[in-house]
């Protein structure tokens, strides 16, 4: 009786073992990949987005692009500001005073808009001051990113090898 288990655990491993042997060593399994084909990339595949930093050449110009935009727009509203304030600073007398005790009068409606354009040029040249940190930290980011200098300016990419060509000009 003891010998049954014995034999057919002896069995069972011969039969297991059988299509291993029987394929040889340096033969594949019909069903699975050869070791060779495990350690190589496949030549099929082609990866036609070049990324350099975690972004496409297109994603980085795009982002140059948008930094410079918020640039140009905060440096023209800082511009237009500090015309309107000059204009309403321009219209006063320099020299408007009133007696102490007595009300300002219509001086009042004057002070608060100089005031409030006061604190919207202001705001304009914090807005200006952002605008160009960010575009420092995109620089500082593509820098270490290893990003070539013609993925970081949209203008590159209508030239052509004759630098003699000028790029189209897209302001309007």
């Known amino acids: 009786m003891r010998l049954r288990p014995c034999l057919l655990a002896l069995v069972a491993a011969a039969v297991l073992a059988a299509p291993a042997i029987a394929a040889g060593p340096g033969s594949s399994d019909p069903g699975g990949p050869d070791l060779d084909q495990l350690l190589k990339l496949p030549?099929?595949?082609?990866?036609?987005?070049?990324?350099k930093g975690g972004a496409t050449r297109s994603e980085w110009r795009q982002r140059f692009h948008e930094a410079r935009a918020s640039?140009?727009?905060?440096?023209?509203?800082?511009?237009k500001a500090q015309d309107e304030l000059a204009e309403v600073a321009g219209s006063k007398d320099d020299w408007q005073?009133?007696?102490?005790?007595?009300?300002?009068?219509?001086?009042?409606?004057d002070?608060?808009?100089?005031f409030k354009l006061r604190q919207e040029v202001k705001r304009q040249k914090s807005e200006v001051d952002r605008s160009e940190a960010r575009l420092r930290e995109l620089e500082v980011e593509a820098n270490l990113g290893g990003v070539p200098e013609d993925w970081r300016d949209p203008s590159t990419?209508?030239?052509?090898?004759?630098?003699?060509?000028p790029a189209p000009d897209s302001t309007p």
């Open 43 to 51: 030549t099929s595949s082609e990866y036609s987005t070049e990324k």
């Open 71 to 79: 640039v140009k727009a905060a440096e023209k509203a800082l511009k």
């Open 97 to 109: 005073f009133t007696p102490p005790g007595l009300p300002a009068g219509a001086n009042d409606e």
């Open 111 to 114: 002070s608060t808009s100089s």
């Open 157 to 165: 990419e209508a030239r052509s090898d004759d630098e003699s060509v």
